[in-house]
């Protein structure tokens, strides 16, 4: 039998397309149509050998977060203390105001801006530099005028922090 560079685990379901998919701790799952043959699906592994590579690297790189439920909701207290204060600060400055400001537990979105203008924050955005909480801030902020990431969204983002580039680096 064929041993593939990179073990992986197979998921079949009523799918129409193959997709690869980089789990935490680096392993590969690759979600399959019913009736694929192994054969294909090792193929379709090796072929994407660079993208797995460069995945893996990346996800082993991200920052673990703590799941230990204390130390999530003293995360999630440290939030509630610092976040409304520096969107209080950004707000005026940048004259857009939220409707409400929510903390989450999401993990892989450290902000988000819904169209109905509530800004949500991750509690994990506390694990990083100061720098970089506000970036997140101002980033959500201007969403509330630029529901995108185009050019327009960008240069008020750095109108307010025109080092906003070096500070997306250390998320």
Not at 58 to 85: G, N, W, Y
Not at 148 to 164: I, T
């Amino acid at each position: 039998m064929f041993q593939s560079a990179f073990p992986y685990t197979v998921e079949y379901s009523m799918r129409r397309t193959l997709t690869l998919q980089v789990l935490p701790g680096g392993k590969l799952l690759v979600k399959a149509p019913l009736s694929t043959p192994e054969k294909y699906i090792q193929n379709f592994v090796e072929s994407k050998k660079k993208w797995i590579e460069n995945s893996k690297k990346k996800m082993l790189s991200r920052k673990q977060f703590p799941e230990d439920p204390e130390a999530v909701r003293s995360l999630t207290e440290k939030a509630k203390e610092i976040l409304p204060a520096k969107v209080a600060f950004y707000s005026k400055n940048m004259d857009m105001y939220p409707k409400r400001i929510r903390i989450g537990r999401a993990k892989t979105v450290l902000g988000s801006c819904s169209s109905k203008g509530t800004i949500c924050f991750s509690c994990y955005l506390m694990l990083y530099p100061d720098e970089a909480i506000d970036y997140v801030v101002v980033h959500e902020l201007a969403h509330l005028r630029y529901m995108n990431h185009q050019k327009n969204f960008y240069n008020l983002v750095a109108s307010v922090l025109p080092d906003f580039k070096e500070r997306k680096k250390l998320l």
